[in-house]
């Protein structure tokens, strides 16, 4: 599913680091997802964006912090991560309201030293 | 919530085998999706599926609603099938998807 694009494919990162995760999608797609997935399990809902508004936080640890600047776009904002956040976390859209098929990404690739 | 199971774990192919992967879910849904994940992370769309057949190339799938199960058919296995395989249905919201744990399919030449 290449028409969600997110960037960068790979990240390392320290304990202390500040980065950024981006997804993009021009599909017209009015809800945006991020999942995180540890190896050799599924992926796991961590926020759910509908129409540019926050609807869903999983119980995900304030060291994550989302934003959606626009309905194209959405960002994971990453501080003072654990090791065991190193993990491939995938971003996905879908048309709109519920039970509409979700497109993902190629996702990041995370590792904390 | 809706509990999602898939069969079998693991599979081992040769190269041209058939296979039917199966998934069972404990609620009714309103939405069902078949992804392969291959080796390299990328999470790939096979099929959105609530009821019925489709069929993709050497791929189809087919999801009975009233008895709580879809099927995946790959014919004609080929080494880049490999990957896992996941099942994916919609919580009763309709807000997030819920992931079987996936099978794992090996295909060598």
């Known amino acids: 599913d290449t028409e969600v694009t997110q960037t960068p494919k790979h990240l390392v990162m320290g304990m202390t680091n500040k980065k950024s995760l981006k997804c993009e999608q021009h599909?017209?797609?009015?809800?945006m997802y991020w999942y995180k997935q540890k190896a050799k399990k599924p992926p796991e809902l961590m926020f759910v964006y509908s129409y540019e508004k926050l609807s869903i936080n999983e119980s995900v640890p304030s060291r994550f912090s989302p934003e959606c600047p626009n309905s194209s776009l959405l960002n994971l904002h990453l501080h003072a991560l654990q090791p065991e956040d190193s993990a491939l976390y995938l971003c996905a859209s879908s048309q709109g309201g519920g039970f509409q098929p979700q497109h993902f990404g190629d996702g990041t690739r995370l590792s904390i030293l | 919530g809706i509990q999602v199971e898939q069969s079998p774990p693991d599979l081992i192919l040769q190269e041209g085998a058939n296979s039917t992967l199966r998934c069972n879910f404990s609620?009714?849904?309103?939405?069902l999706q078949w992804f392969h994940q291959n080796p390299w992370g990328q999470l790939i769309n096979l099929f959105y599926?609530?009821?019925g057949t489709k069929q993709n190339g050497r791929l189809s799938a087919t999801t009975v609603a009233t008895e709580r199960y879809s099927l995946l058919y790959i014919s004609s296995s080929q080494t880049t099938d490999s990957g896992v395989y996941f099942c994916a249905v919609h919580n009763q919201a309709g807000t997030a998807l819920i992931f079987g744990k996936g099978t794992t399919l090996s295909v060598s030449s």
């Open positions: 599926i609530p009821s």
């Open positions: 599909m017209g797609h009015r809800a």
């Open positions: 609620d009714s849904v309103n939405n």
